[in-house]
């Protein structure tokens, strides 16, 4: 589930930066205001935003791949177990 939220994230933060590319004024929601930033400064942060979630997406498909060779080993034992009580 994080997963998937960090992927979206991660498209959300895509679209932003191509969509910033395409226009000359750019916005920053601050609270519940919106107020004009610079451009390259905004396209800075995404960046920084995008690289994080990527890591982040990285450590858990790690993760996954850990738990997923944990299950494999079990289950191989699970049946290697029931298979010698025959």
């Not at 994080?2 to 994230?9: A, D, E, S, T, Y």
């Not at 791949?65 to 177990?81: F, N, P, S």
């Amino acid at each position: 589930m994080q997963k998937q939220n960090f992927q979206i994230q991660l498209a959300e933060i895509e679209s932003a930066l191509s969509e910033l590319k395409n226009t000359p004024q750019a916005y920053k929601i601050v609270g519940n205001i919106m107020i004009a930033a610079d451009k390259e400064e905004l396209e800075k942060d995404l960046s920084q935003k995008k690289e994080m979630t990527e890591v982040r997406i990285q450590s858990i498909e790690k993760q996954e791949a850990k738990i997923r060779e944990k299950a494999e080993t079990l289950q191989k034992e699970a049946l290697g177990a029931l298979g010698g009580e025959d």
